[in-house]
């Protein structure tokens, strides 16, 4: 009776938890290609959207903004003491 109990026990914490999913996008370049087929992935190393369009030209393939990309923060010039 215990080992029954338990194995409820475990089997919904198993169904409970959901399945984790790894970050695709490589935020190291401001662009990514998004190959689709079978296995589909994201190949996030180019520059430029026309970099990324050029080299995709004839695959099952789009380009997009890495949203992971850190944008260029402004910089603020110290305000002056009066």
Do not use: W
């Not at 938890?17 to 662009?31: E, F, I, L």
């Not at 992935?41 to 990324?52: A, I, M």
């Amino acid at each position: 009776m215990r080992s029954g109990r338990l194995a409820v026990v475990v089997t919904g914490l198993l169904l409970a938890g959901g399945s984790a999913r790894a970050q695709t996008y490589d935020p190291s370049y401001p662009v990514c290609m998004q190959i689709y087929g079978p296995v589909g992935y994201f190949d996030c190393r180019y520059g430029t959207l026309e970099q990324c369009r050029y080299l995709a030209v004839g695959r099952s393939a789009t380009c997009v903004v890495n949203p992971y990309f850190p944008a260029k923060k402004p910089t603020r010039r110290p305000r002056s003491a009066n």
